[in-house]
T-cell receptor, first 112, second 114 residues
Framework: QQQVKQSPQSLIVQKGGISIINCAYENTAFDYFPWYQQFPGKGPALLIAIRPDVSEKKEGRFTISFNKSAKQFSLHIMDSQPGDSATYFCAASRGGGNKLTFGTGTQLKVEL | NAGVMQNPRHLVRRRGQEARLRCSPMKGHSHVYWYRQLPEEGLKFMVYLQKENIIDESGMPKERFSAEFPKEGPSILRIQQVVRGDSAAYFC????????????FGPGTRLTVT
């Protein structure tokens, strides 16, 4: 059973545009929602994370929007740059951590 | 502060051999997690360990796989009698005490079974 569904599978955005990646979860016990960025041949790097007590969190060009009632959260990358081209994974966990449940990933390509 | 270290980065094993993957957590981190990533898929949780204790092994296959995190030295993920289906990237993550949410990943070990 896939507990975190991620879409789209791939995304092409023009430089300067907004990249939007969506995730939906099923387990209402999840209380921590991070996003990871992964470049080819590298490990995932923690990008930004949110907890259900807020609806939005912004760090630089990266914003997480969270909708608790819909059990959805999304990553917005403003002013997308070619260096943002990577695979992005959403994840969720509950109860202070331990195992993360990951989405299937979105391959983002930012074109000039 | 060095990040999470994993070695080897690439490992080739023939079917039936054993694979040993090592992970050294970040300095000050006492929790280690192992994940497996199959091609074109997300990461799947395998096991969560603290020093000398397995906390959650709900993602570990019941046979051939084992993990440890001894009092001294790195965490080890051991796969016995490897099969082709074990070919994957294995990532280790660590987190500081009390901050299990904040998992920092190593570069991974890419296991190829021939």
């Amino acid at each position: 059973q896939q507990q975190v569904k991620q879409s789209p599978q791939s995304l092409i955005v023009q430089k300067g545009g907004i990249s939007i990646i969506n995730c939906a979860y099923e387990n209402t016990a999840f209380d921590y929602f991070p996003w990871y960025q992964q470049f080819p041949g590298k490990g995932p790097a923690l990008l930004i994370a949110i907890r259900p007590d807020v609806s939005e969190k912004k760090e630089g060009r990266f914003t997480i929007s969270f909708n608790k009632s819909a059990k959805q959260f999304s990553l917005h990358i403003m002013d997308s740059q070619p260096g943002d081209s990577a695979t992005y994974f959403c994840a969720a966990s509950r109860g202070g951590g331990n195992k993360l449940t990951f989405g299937t990933g979105t391959q983002l390509k930012v074109e000039l | 502060n060095a990040g999470v270290m994993q070695n080897p980065r690439h490992l080739v094993r023939r079917r039936g051999q054993e694979a040993r993957l090592r992970c050294s957590p970040m300095k000050g981190h006492s929790h280690v997690y192992w994940y497996r990533q199959l091609p074109e898929e997300g990461l799947k949780f395998m096991v969560y360990l603290q020093k000398e204790n397995i906390i959650d092994e709900s993602g570990m296959p019941k046979e051939r796989f084992s993990a440890e995190f001894p009092k001294e030295g790195p965490s080890i993920l051991r796969i016995q009698q490897v099969v082709r289906g074990d070919s994957a990237a294995y990532f280790c993550a660590s987190s500081p005490p009390g901050r299990g949410d904040e998992q920092y990943f190593g570069p991974g070990t890419r296991l190829t079974v021939t």
